[in-house]
């Protein structure tokens, strides 16, 4: 089992950043993928960036790319997205995801475990 609890959402004015965390424990080593994804109110659920745990290949949403950076810790045990320039249109909630096997970093039943959430709000 894997745990993933994510935190640094919030508020932010058009242009801004933030730098979400997800803090992962259980059996970590043996998550090859990890990854954020988002929801914003009446939409589907989109994935905005991925790494792979060996080699730390990175993908991200168009959307997302040149603003957003994927990155993880291993002696922290966590995974963080910093966000940048960031628009109205980044407004929901990101989730955090894992899973020990995959190769569809985008599709979300790729992904085993998931954390609870954190809100991004952007304001013009």
């Known amino acids: 089992q894997v745990q993933l609890v994510e935190s640094g959402g919030g508020s932010v004015q058009a242009g801004g950043s933030l730098r979400l965390s997800c803090a992962a424990s259980?059996?970590?080593?043996?998550?090859?993928?990890m990854a954020w994804f988002r929801q914003a109110p009446g939409k589907e659920r989109e994935g905005v960036a991925a790494?792979?745990?060996?080699?730390?290949?990175?993908y991200y949403a168009d959307s997302v790319a040149g603003r957003f950076t994927i990155s993880r810790d291993n002696a922290k045990s966590t995974l963080y997205l910093q966000m940048n320039s960031l628009k109205p249109e980044d407004t929901a909630m990101y989730y955090c995801?894992?899973?020990?096997?995959?190769?569809?970093?985008?599709?979300?039943?790729?992904?085993?475990?998931w954390g609870q959430g954190t809100q991004v709000t952007v304001s013009s």
């Open positions: 995801a894992a899973t020990p096997y995959g190769d569809r970093w985008y599709e979300d039943d790729e992904y085993k475990y």
């Open positions: 259980g059996y970590t080593y043996s998550m090859v993928l």
């Open positions: 790494i792979y745990t060996r080699g730390d290949r990175t």
